[in-house]
């Protein structure tokens, strides 16, 4: 059931005029966090007003306008994209909360929160878009808005990864346009409101090269490898960006940005029929393993993070690619689960940052006795990584070996398992090392990072813990990626 | 074809001098020699127009006592009518710039001039 | 070597150009199509309709009188080059008081004998345009050539004084402003832009309008012409 | 009043009027020049509109001069595409008040007057050109823009810009004579001027060498005014000197005038009918390819601001002459908008620079730097325009990027698809340059952080631009549809 509302526009404009806002009146911190965090309240409300209906089936939809007949800037709302929109805008307001604190000794915040704001505008604008040219705005978009925040620094290394950031993603956006023209050229139609629109008729030559260039299009703000090279560079950004950014809007933008292909363009029929996710699954699996690999190896506490989103985002791909309900559900839930254990990691990094000054992971020994709650919620985050069931994480990974089993690929169990213990050996020595590897001498001496630091840390702990505990209570986050399941494969 | 040429003479020759005239502008370094090829080729241009519009024992298209047919055609003889005025008047600009370009930089040779920037 | 290149690349666009001019409609031909369509036309209804014996003169002024009104605006636009690529204000203009060697006194005294006689073979030119070979802009070009001989035996002082400094403005715009008057009174009394009485009373009416635009043409184009080589001369 | 057909010829009439009398009326009074042709292009615009209002009720319209018939006589034409006359007396407007400022500093007082004329003429010249339907008027009035264009780019007296002006001088006269040639071709063969009836009598001619010779010679010299990459080297310097203003008139719409004069030749040639262009077409493509590319390479290695504008116009037209090319009805539906739309982001940005270089008396990138938070609004504009320029949604630039895409995949040649999409990555690697230096690096001069924002009569041009970058993105279906069933029409397919 369609319903035209105006609230799915709504959205993405409150913190678009908040930005406004930002720009004009920002340079009095009051003003500046007020405006912040009443346009962070006020879209959690619009988005969770639409909640109920979309758990309902309802699907809200405006037309804003037409660029040529038949293309417009329309929204939608429907299950999956109202999942990524719950996510991003919870964390929305827990990340203004954090960076109010963070950001307080840094230059140009004015500039800071006003493209904060914009990039959450933008992301919330990707989850609503209702065909593939509005999705396409947005995505280029929030490359650009998040270039002053990448560079916030201004540093030499800054502009660097900066100048990597904007090749990587700008190459990907010329190539997810690439694809909707071509979507557009062989369907007559861009929308992203059908279980897939085409059909084997339109060719294998044409759907394969655009399968190839819409997947490699979002794969690399979804940092699929090879295509990863921007994220570990971007982690030069403040902590506050580092997080949202690179646990939630932009490299989710990608991640969601190749459900809807899998999903809402191709269909999960034809591309059985093709056969062309097995390659991807695989390139997924590898991600997986490879980057995990990698991030054993690094010391800069980020780094580490950074490689470690990389592996994970590819469980999203992975499960998406396996092409049956369980797996796809593990792969939309993952959405939700990845971001809040990740953000709750950098949040942790950038308090450990700020209040000790320390960025390497081998300088961390016994900061759990200094600051034992930051350290209590890294370790929460770290289990859920890990797979332990109650945590976040095993929800996913539960629901993906079974994906894989339905889909008969029990290889990818395997990858699961091995994927489970090196997570296990590039977190737990953090954890070991904080706890138990103190210096001769330290005592329980308490120097917690500042409240507006803390408080969202160890809130967004307990939702990692509230995700993997009441993942089949009706009503929670993961009821919502069953909607959606069902829409895509009709049941 | 050589015979078709010959009966159009007067247009290959304009083409000839359009010719000679572009490798004036082209090769000549001295601002002032590449300017007079600009004028040969608009001369060419106006011989052929003009040639065009020939009519074998022609007379002057002005009627009144005494005019008697065939006369010319008169459209090209007024189509070169504005060419003229519009090539004295690029000629008019291009000397100005040139008098300027030798005031400042005590030269018109392009290789110089080249050099001096 | 550049030049052996430059004429290596010149020949070779030579070809197909000769081949092209070979397969035009022959040279001098009275059945081309060039000869048969439009001109034909003129040719034969020109005189009556267009108001002028000279057909030429018809169809710069009144067929096509347009593009003759873009080509004085050619010309203007001329002048306003000259003017803008080479004014650099009063104060540092220091017009030549006498020519750097003075004219013989042969030259002078022939210039001055021949002055007021080309000045009336120029006014006969600009005024004969409608039924003889001639018109504005050849009188015209006579009468500037007229200013220029005269500022190089009487000085530049002395021959600007033939145009007023406060008309000279005017008169350098004379051209287009004319065709603009006659294009307007052509909208009201016709109905169209630059269209001419062609009712059988009114013949007058067209044959003066096509004079006021010839002398329009002339009197601009000699103060145009003048203007700018005295422009030219103060930068020497 | 408002559909009176007189309004086709008071919109060159008006400028025309207006350019020649500035001198009489602004003689040793600068100020009353620039009013009075402020004065001037309000008029047209006024006679603009109403034409635009007259070819979206009733569709392509004539006006015989001296109501003499078709072939007769001088046809003005307004069709679809003549609506450019619209950005033509927009831009128009905006540069003469941005003038009003700038020139008083940089150019000589004795000059002004003259300066406006030549302005007013030019615009005179473009407006005449879009408007005719007689090939050799078009030839008049193409003069008469190019010479007032060559005056303009030399009237700031400098020596580098007198250079720069006879290079352009040189070009253009060449590529003029080569129209002129190709102008007596057509007439040898068809015995006409009026484009309407060469194209339909050019279907009955059966020597073609000569036809083809002229359409060959009509594209060579229109791709020299157009400046397409082989043939460009004029351009940079000229428009890198030239003032401001006039920069923004001779990148944004002079150059337009070869785009616009390849168009009407596709007009009478595709009107006739039974030609093949399949050549010209693919050399088109071709050229367009090579020119986005090019010119965004050597873009990146210029440090002068205005430098980079012009070298990026290289690519742009390199967009739109691709877009021709294609002969799709997307991609020349994106091409004539772009025609459109790039006059308004390069007006934006060329004004924008030379709000900069006016108040800050720098103009290249590392002397720049830091003046985005001396002049904000200024900075915020030219950035809009960069954003745009490059093609990111949902600006002005985006749609027609989107369109000649699509014109490439519908005409069977995704190749140029890439080509242009990746090219348009390539520009984006010096504008980022240009914003970094405005906005993220420290300041050269530390005195650049002391300077105010520009005068109104410099912001409000800027930011109008701005805004309409932004409009025309979110509204871009507007000229799109509007343009649509002219191409419709030129392209002689329904729906294909």
Same mark, same amino acid.
């Given at each position: ?491 | ?117 | ?236 | ?133 007689? $090939?050799?008027?078009?030839? +008049?009035?193409?003069?008469?823009? *190019?010479?007032?264009?060559? =005056?303009?780019? &030399? @009237?700031?007296? %400098? ?120 050549? $010209?077409?693919?050399?088109? +493509?071709?050229?367009?390819?090579? *020119?986005?590319?090019?010119? =965004?390479?050597? &873009? @990146?290695?210029? %440090? ?120 348009? $990555? ?71």
């Amino acid at each position: 059931m369609e319903v035209v509302d105006i609230r799915p526009v709504l959205a993405p404009t409150l913190s678009f005029i908040c930005a406004g806002l930002i720009f004009m009146t920002g340079r009095k911190a009051f003003w500046r966090r007020f405006w912040s965090l009443s346009a962070a309240l006020l879209k959690l409300g619009v988005v969770m007003s639409m909640l109920p209906g979309t758990m309902n089936g309802t699907v809200y939809v405006f037309k804003l306008m037409d660029f040529t007949p038949g293309i417009g800037l329309g929204f939608r709302v429907d299950a999956l994209g109202m999942f990524f929109a719950v996510v991003s805008s919870t964390l929305w307001i827990f990340t203004t909360i954090y960076a109010i604190g963070y950001m307080e000794p840094e230059h140009a915040k004015v500039r800071f929160f006003g493209f904060f704001a914009l990039c959450v505008s933008t992301t919330v604008g990707i989850a609503f878009a209702e065909n593939l040219l509005t999705l396409f705005l947005f995505y280029e978009s929030l490359t650009i808005v998040t270039y002053p925040l990448v560079i916030h620094e201004e540093t030499p290394e800054a502009f660097k990864a900066g100048r990597k950031y904007l090749t990587y993603t700008l190459i990907g956006g010329a190539l997810v346009l690439i694809g909707t023209v071509i979507m557009y050229q062989t369907s007559g139609t861009l929308t992203l409101s059908q279980p897939g629109v085409l059909t084997l008729a339109d060719g294998t030559r044409t759907l394969t090269v655009l399968f190839v260039t819409l997947i490699a299009g979002f794969g690399v703000k979804a940092a699929i490898m090879p295509l990863h090279g921007w994220l570990p560079s971007a982690m030069v950004a403040p902590t506050p960006v580092s997080a949202l950014l690179h646990a939630v809007a932009v490299v989710k933008a990608g991640a969601f940005g190749v459900l809807r292909v899998i999903y809402n363009v191709f269909g999960v029929e034809l591309l059985r029929q093709m056969d062309l996710t097995t390659w991807l699954a695989w390139l997924a699996a590898f991600t997986i393993l490879t980057a995990s690999f990698v991030a054993l190896f690094q010391d800069n506490f980020k780094r580490r993070l950074a490689y470690s989103t990389v592996s994970q985002l590819s469980y999203i791909i992975l499960g998406a690619c396996l092409l049956t309900p369980m797996a796809a559900t593990a792969a939309i839930a993952h959405i939700a689960n990845q971001a809040f254990a990740k953000i709750t990691m950098f949040f942790v990094a950038g308090a450990i940052q700020r209040t000790t000054g320390k960025t390497s992971i081998h300088e961390l020994a016994g900061i759990g006795y200094r600051m034992p709650f930051t350290m209590g919620a890294f370790t929460v985050a770290a289990l859920s990584f890990v797979g332990v069931p109650l945590f976040a994480g095993f929800v996913t990974k539960w629901y993906l070996s079974l994906g894989a089993l339905e889909a008969g690929a029990w290889w990818f169990v395997i990858v699961m398992i091995a994927s489970a213990l090196l997570n296990a050996a590039y977190f737990l020595p953090i954890v070991y090392l904080a706890y138990f590897k103190a210096p001769p001498g330290t005592r329980l001496h308490i120097e917690e990072a500042r409240p507006t630091l803390l408080v969202p840390t160890i809130v967004c702990a307990l939702y990692v813990i509230m995700l993997g505990t009441t993942a089949e209570v009706p009503g929670m986050p993961f009821s919502l990626a069953r909607a959606a399941v069902r829409f895509v494969f009709g049941m | 074809m050589i015979n078709a040429l010959w009966n159009n003479l007067d247009y290959a020759a304009s083409i000839v001098l359009f010719l000679i005239g572009l490798y004036a502008v082209i090769a000549k370094d001295n601002l002032i020699k590449k300017f007079m090829g600009l004028n040969i080729m608009e001369t060419a241009i106006f011989a052929f127009i003009v040639a065009l519009g020939v009519v074998d024992g022609g007379d002057a298209p002005i009627m009144g006592e005494g005019a008697r047919a065939p006369f010319t055609n008169p459209i090209p003889q007024a189509l070169i009518l504005t060419g003229i005025v519009v090539a004295v008047s690029t000629t008019a600009l291009a000397l100005s710039l040139v008098i300027r370009i030798h005031k400042q930089c005590g030269t018109i040779e392009a290789d110089e001039l080249r050099e001096l920037e | 070597m550049k030049k052996a290149l430059v004429s290596a690349l010149l020949i070779l666009t030579a070809i197909p150009l000769l081949l092209a001019v070979g397969q035009l409609p022959p040279h001098g031909s009275a059945k081309s199509p060039a000869y048969e369509h439009v001109s034909a036309y003129y040719l034969e209804y020109g005189a009556e309709e267009a108001g002028a014996e000279n057909i030429v003169t018809d169809v710069i002024l009144n067929y096509r009188g347009f593009d003759t009104n873009g080509e004085v605006t050619v010309i203007f636009t001329a002048l306003a080059a000259v003017m803008g690529v080479l004014l650099l204000g009063r104060e540092s203009r220091h017009p030549v008081e006498q020519p750097t060697y003075p004219p013989s006194i042969v030259v002078r005294f022939i210039v001055r004998l021949l002055a007021p006689f080309i000045a009336m073979f120029a006014i006969y030119v600009i005024l004969n345009g409608h039924v003889s070979p001639g018109g504005g802009f050849q009188g015209g070009t006579i009468l500037g050539a007229l200013a220029i001989a005269l500022t190089l035996v009487l000085g530049e002082n002395e021959a600007r004084r033939l145009i007023p400094e406060g008309a000279r403005p005017w008169l350098q715009a004379a051209a287009p402003l004319t065709f603009v008057g006659i294009g307007l009174a052509g909208l009201t009394d016709v109905g169209v832009y630059l269209g001419f009485p062609t009712v059988e009373t009114l013949t007058w009416v067209r044959t003066m309008w096509l004079l006021m635009l010839e002398i329009g043409i002339g009197l601009g184009g000699a103060v145009i012409i003048s203007s700018i080589f005295w422009t030219m001369e103060g930068e020497r | 009043m408002v559909l009176w057909p007189h309004w086709l010829v008071a919109v060159i009439i008006i400028p025309l009027t207006g350019a020649v009398l500035t001198p009489v009326v602004g003689r040793d009074r600068p100020k009353v020049a620039s009013l009075w042709s402020l004065g001037t292009m309000a008029l047209t615009s006024v006679a603009a509109t109403m034409l635009i209002i007259r070819v979206a009720q009733e569709g392509p319209f004539s006006y015989m001069l001296g109501d003499w018939a078709r072939p007769y006589g001088i046809e003005l034409r307004f069709d679809e595409f003549s609506a450019s006359v619209a950005i033509i007396c927009l831009l128009g407007l905006l540069a003469l008040m941005f003038s009003y400022r700038y020139v008083a500093a940089s150019i000589h007082e004795s000059r002004i007057p003259y300066y406006y004329s030549l302005l007013l003429l030019n615009l005179t010249g473009m407006i005449g050109f879009v408007v005719t339907g007689d $090939l050799f008027n078009l030839f +008049v009035f193409m003069e008469i823009l *190019s010479l007032s264009g060559y =005056a303009l780019v &030399a @009237i700031s007296g %400098e020596r580098t810009a007198e250079m720069a002006a006879f290079k352009y001088l040189v070009m253009g006269a060449v590529s003029s004579l080569v129209v002129l040639f190709s102008v007596g071709l057509l007439y040898a063969v068809t015995g006409s001027l009026n484009m309407a009836d060469i194209s339909e009598r050019l279907a009955g001619v059966t020597d073609r060498l000569p036809v083809m010779l002229a359409l060959a010679g009509m594209a060579m010299a229109f791709m020299v005014k157009a400046a397409l990459f082989p043939l460009h080297i004029w351009l940079p310097d000229a428009h890198a000197i030239a003032p401001s203003p006039v920069s923004a008139i001779l990148s944004g719409l002079v150059v337009k005038t070869g785009v616009f004069g390849l168009l009407r030749a596709y007009q009478i040639f595709y009107g006739a009918g039974n030609y093949d262009l399949t050549g $010209l077409n693919t050399a088109l +493509v071709w050229l367009g390819a090579i *020119s986005i590319v090019m010119g =965004a390479f050597f &873009a @990146i290695f210029q %440090e002068d601001i205005k430098m980079m504008l012009a070298y990026s116009t290289i690519s742009n037209i390199g967009y739109i002459v691709m877009g021709l090319g294609l002969a799709s009805q997307y991609g020349m539906i994106g091409a004539t908008v772009h025609i459109f739309n790039h006059a308004l982001i390069k007006a934006t940005l060329f004004l924008g620079a030379g709000a900069l270089i006016h108040k800050t008396g720098y103009r290249t990138l590392t002397d720049l730097r830091g003046v985005g938070k001396s002049m904000p609004l200024t900075c915020m504009a030219l950035s809009i325009g960069a954003i745009s320029i490059v093609g990111i949604p949902p600006t002005a630039g985006f749609l027609c990027k989107w369109y000649i895409a699509l014109g490439a995949f519908q005409a069977g040649q995704p190749f140029f698809g890439f080509a242009l999409v990746f090219g348009a $990555l390539f520009i984006f690697v010096y504008y980022i340059r240009m914003v970094n230096s405005f906005y993220f690096q420290q300041p050269t001069h530390p005195e650049i952080l002391s300077v105010g924002e520009a005068p109104l009569s410099m912001l409000a041009p800027v930011l109008v631009l701005a805004t309409l970058c932004l409009v025309m993105g979110i509204l871009g279906r507007l000229p799109l549809s509007f343009i649509e069933p002219a191409v419709l029409r030129m392209l002689g397919t329904f729906g294909g």
